[in-house]
């Protein structure tokens, strides 16, 4: 065997440990449809909040990372985000030669008044490297979103970068907290106990570096979400080792726990509770193209990947990653710069709406030779009744790159939850080739976990459901014609797909080809 492929494998096994085997009961989440919302100009960056009338308003910018000059542009759906406005507010810098100004940090509240971050950046002689911030100024909608005024600003060290980030969040004792992090001070936020009048001196949530980590990750864009039982959950990306870590606070942001890893990697998190108490986050793509969607059952401590939101039809978006073979020393790198910065709203009928911006070669640029993007939206189904079982995995193999490489940066206390001693025995490895295959065979193995991972071609694979007009094989294991019920996954080149045992599947690619290499997990456990 292959150098690389058994490096594959320690990869897959170290993720394996990190997957919660514990049955879960979940309502599948479907994409009811997909929307081209602004193609008309540089669109980078956007939050949305759902105003008291129900529109939809979603903010951006228009001259990413806030270079001189950017403003801030708002448009607007009255239809649930099947059709948007043109650009009807403008917010800019007062000296756009050397300043650029970001709006977002949106809020709702209980009297239906918005709330909105308006962050100047500095860039003297507009260079990158020594952008500070400006201002933080909190502004006010009284009117759906129609105007903004300010209301207040909060305090950062003079000199430095202050950069809130992510939607506000309303805590269960009705404070208010706006995430954010500050260049040499930490990540945490500002708090406000009177919606947005005053405001606390920024407060450092994240440890840096965790513990058993040696240097510093920088933990910067964070989400944060209230879980039912009022509970505060955040993930967040850092600039060395790629994976999203996690804290939480069960007193209202007053402490906080230690920051631990998770089996996903990217950037620009967004979280939502979903109506079943699960969570799911949107993220800069890991290595495919467009937005990658995961779900948990747990509160955010293992998650689950179930799909990657494409580009619109008709948006001629990049067609592939900037490289074909993911390779185990690289993250989630190769997709970035065709989607990301993804804001999630829950809509009055209880579907969720996420709106990112998409690389798009047919919208105007900001400046010549900068790379071209518009804004794409999804409706996501929220599920509400629990019907369905979901154990499978499926997660793009970009995934377990990054996770060697945080152990081989910070050692093995960087991801203690992906290590495991046991983990390689009883495994059965064997490459298979599967071509035209359109069979209704389906099949189920109870002593037996299988891992594919997708080296060449196409296919579908059918997870979950039921067997129909069965018989037994092999002891334990059981095949037949019919399938009823399952979820469907397009998996490619670097996907892997885990199948634990008890699971029916089958795979098929009626006009096409797979070739994938095969573990049998025979252990028990």
Not at 18 to 27: C, E
Not at 151 to 179: C, Q, T, W
Not at 243 to 269: C, H, M, Q, V
Request: with cysteine; glycine share 10%.
């Amino acid at each position: 065997m292959k150098q690389s492929a058994i490096t594959w494998l320690m990869a897959m096994g170290m993720v394996l440990t990190g997957i919660n085997i514990n049955r879960v009961q979940a309502d599948e989440i479907k994409v009811l449809r997909t929307d081209n919302i602004y193609a008309k100009g540089t669109a980078e960056c956007p939050d949305m909040v759902v105003a008291d009338n129900g529109d939809i308003i979603v903010v951006f910018s228009n001259h990413g990372d806030v270079q001189p000059g950017n403003e801030s542009l708002f448009i607007r759906s009255t239809d649930g985000g099947k059709t948007w406005s043109d650009v009807y507010l403008k917010i800019g810098p007062d000296d756009p030669s050397e300043t650029g100004t970001a709006v977002f940090d949106f809020l709702k509240l209980n009297n239906g008044n918005i709330l909105a971050a308006r962050t100047d950046i500095y860039m003297p002689g507009k260079n990158l490297h020594l952008h500070q911030t400006a201002r933080v100024d909190i502004l006010e909608s009284t009117d759906n979103g129609q105007s903004f005024h300010k209301i207040s600003s909060v305090r950062f060290p003079k000199g430095e970068l202050a950069a809130p980030y992510g939607p506000m969040v309303k805590l269960a004792d009705g404070s208010i907290i706006m995430p954010g992090f500050i260049q040499n001070v930490g990540n945490g936020y500002w708090q406000t106990r009177d919606n947005g009048k005053t405001w606390s001196d920024f407060r450092v949530a994240w440890q840096d570096p965790p513990e058993g980590v040696k240097q510093n990750l920088w933990f910067n864009e964070t989400a944060y979400e209230v879980m039912k039982d009022g509970s505060v959950v955040a993930i967040a990306r850092n600039d060395v080792n790629d994976l999203f870590y996690r804290i939480e606070s069960k007193d209202n942001g007053r402490t906080w726990s230690k920051p631990l890893p998770l089996a996903i990697l990217g950037g620009s998190p967004a979280l939502q509770l979903m109506a079943d108490g699960s969570l799911i986050i949107a993220i800069r793509d890991a290595g495919r193209v467009g937005l990658n969607i995961y779900q948990s059952h747990d509160a955010g401590n293992n998650w689950r990947y179930l799909f990657s939101l494409q580009a619109p039809e008709g948006v001629p978006a990049l067609p592939k990653q900037r490289w074909d073979r993911p390779k185990v020393d690289q993250s989630w790198q190769p997709g970035e710069g065709h989607s990301g910065y993804p804001a999630i709203v829950e809509l009055p009928d209880g579907n969720i709406y996420i709106v990112s911006h998409v690389h798009n070669i047919h919208s105007p640029p900001a400046a010549p030779g900068r790379d071209t993007y518009g804004l794409m939206g999804h409706l996501i189904s929220n599920p509400r009744n629990n019907t369905l079982a979901g154990l499978e995995q499926v997660f793009p193999m970009s995934q377990i790159g990054a996770i060697l490489r945080a152990q081989i940066i910070s050692g093995p206390a960087a991801a203690p939850a992906l290590a495991d001693a046991s983990v390689g025995k009883g495994l059965q490895i064997t490459p298979q080739r599967i071509e035209n295959r359109t069979s209704n065979d389906a099949e189920v193995h109870q002593d037996e976990d299988d891992i594919f991972y997708i080296i060449d071609g196409s296919a579908t694979f059918h997870l979950g459901g039921t067997l129909h007009d069965t018989w037994t094989y092999s002891p334990g294991n059981m095949a037949g014609h019919e399938q009823k019920g399952a979820r469907e996954y397009v998996v490619g080149p670097g996907d892997v797909v885990f199948v634990p045992r008890g699971t029916v599947h089958r795979i098929t690619c009626p006009d096409g080809f797979v070739e994938v290499l095969m573990i049998k997990r025979t252990d028990s456990r």
